[in-house]
């Protein structure tokens, strides 16, 4: 049974550029969540779907961050232009359904940008 | 925005109960508490949820008071195994259905 998958697992690029991380949730499950994580401000949610429509994403950073999810298999998160605060590791969820329900995480995307 | 506290770390030995945790003052209503486990370069992983009082499962108990303004999460004979990075989970008043993680608390268990 396949977990959350995630790539690329690691992402080097210089800033300015555009990055696109994608996230594959588990079948079956109704609710997508994109997390990022650093030392200085630990797991931030930045925005979930409930089948597919955008719920909340007021954890969005700023403008330079976009989020779909064209269908329930399948999701991106895109910076343009990328910066270097923007180094962080991001991490996809999939729950069953809600924001209540137990999320299964994929092993993230780690981001360096230089 | 509310904060979700947590001790930065705690330190033990294999075979013993461990208790870590988690304040939470400003918890919404209809909120559930969960708790996850993090290995380096892995994602967290679930390990037990509730709502009020007292949840079990095969791996630790969960502990939460009638005013639900803090929570514990309990793990039984720990082993070198379970040394990670413990968060909990609980939706934040000020901002409607918005998850917020706690600080996290690193456990090093010793032989």
């Known amino acids: 049974d396949a977990g959350v998958i995630q790539s690329p697992r690691h992402e080097v690029t210089e800033m300015g550029q555009e990055v696109t991380l994608r996230c594959k949730p588990i079948s079956g499950h109704n609710s997508l969540f994109w997390y990022r994580q650093t030392m200085m401000r630990g797991l931030e949610l930045l925005i979930y779907f409930n089948n597919n429509v955008p719920i909340d994403d007021s954890g969005m950073p700023e403008d330079r961050f976009s989020a779909k999810m064209p269908n329930a298999s399948f999701s991106t998160l895109k910076i343009q232009p990328s910066e270097p605060r923007d180094s962080a590791v991001y991490f996809c969820?999939?729950?069953?359904?809600?924001?209540?329900?137990?999320?299964?995480f994929g092993d993230g995307t780690r981001l360096s940008i230089l | 925005l509310a904060k979700t506290t947590q001790p930065i770390s705690m330190d033990s030995y294999e075979g013993q109960e461990v208790n870590i945790t988690c304040s939470h003052n400003n918890i919404a209503t209809n909120d559930y508490i969960t708790w996850y486990q993090q290995f380096p370069s892995q994602g967290p992983r679930f390990i037990i949820q509730?709502?009020?009082t007292k949840v079990t499962n095969e791996v630790a108990s969960l502990f939460i008071p009638a005013d639900r303004k803090s929570s514990t999460l309990s793990l039984p004979r720990v082993s070198l195994s379970d040394t990670a990075v413990y968060y909990c989970l609980v939706g934040d008043t000020g901002a409607t259905n918005k998850l917020i993680f706690g600080t996290g608390t690193l456990l090093a268990v010793q032989p």
């Open positions: 509730g709502y009020k």
């Open positions: 969820a999939s729950s069953p359904m809600g924001s209540n329900q137990p999320q299964h």
